[in-house]
């Protein structure tokens, strides 16, 4: 079992539609959940982090965790064709003397004018 | 945050032969990391290179098949030894963000191999 999993999509929406990314992970252990966005052509940036469980919002995007049922999700609301990207999802967990983030295999997101 | 440059940007090479990706930083980093990306698969960490020792791998890459150098505290090349087809994929640099969860990446480096 991978340690974090995410519907590689693709997914196109209307402009303005709300849009819904989902991951899930395996590993209680995990602290740091993150969302990283790749324009094609560039590499991932970060777009948001939450630490824990709850909910963090950045203008029209909203990224919640739920580590009960080990699932993280990222809205968009309002979307954009400049969203139109792939969105990896990522957690971070420190363990011995290293520490390593654990992406997603990345959603695309197309957003139609 | 840090801005990274790789080149190439692209390149098709043989089967059999090795190719060199740069990594350039415009600051002093202590740590740089170097991953991969395939298509519909996970960003795969190769290994963290600090400077003045040798590259820490991860399980499933090894030495011989990824040398990396990292000479100076801004720069860093990784090596793709003997390509395979199963080597096309786009390889990326990157160096720690403002937090142990965040990472600065480049803009990478598309690689097929034929």
């Known amino acids: 079992q991978k340690e974090v999993e995410q519907d590689p999509g693709p997914l196109s929406v209307p402009e303005g539609a709300i849009v819904s990314l989902n991951c899930t992970y395996s590993?209680?252990?995990?602290?740091?959940f993150m969302w990283y966005r790749q324009y094609s052509r560039k590499g991932p940036e970060l777009l948001m982090y939450?630490?824990?469980?709850g909910n963090k919002e950045d203008g029209r995007f909203t990224a919640q965790v739920d580590k009960s049922s080990k699932y993280i999700s990222l809205f968009i609301r309002d979307s954009q064709p400049s969203d139109s990207a792939t969105y990896l999802c990522a957690t971070w967990r420190s363990y011995s003397s290293a520490s390593k983030i654990i992406f997603g295999s990345g959603t695309r997101l197309s957003i139609r004018p | 945050s840090a801005v990274i440059s790789q080149k190439p940007s692209r390149d098709i090479c043989q089967r059999g032969t090795s190719l060199t990706i740069q990594c350039q930083v415009d600051?002093?980093?202590?740590?740089m990391f170097w991953y991969r990306q395939q298509p519909g698969q996970s960003l795969t960490l190769i290994a963290t290179a600090n400077q003045g020792s040798e590259a820490t791998y991860e399980s499933g890459f090894v030495i011989d098949k990824f040398p990396i150098s990292r000479p100076n505290l801004t720069f860093s090349t990784l090596t793709v030894s003997n390509m395979s087809p199963e080597d096309s994929s786009i390889y990326l640099c990157?160096?720690?963000?403002?937090?142990?969860?965040?990472?600065?990446f480049g803009p990478g480096t598309r690689l097929t191999v034929t």
């Open positions: 590993n209680s252990a995990f602290q740091y």
């Open positions: 990157s160096v720690p963000g403002q937090g142990a969860y965040e990472q600065c």
């Open positions: 600051s002093q980093v202590t740590m």
């Open positions: 939450t630490y824990s469980s």
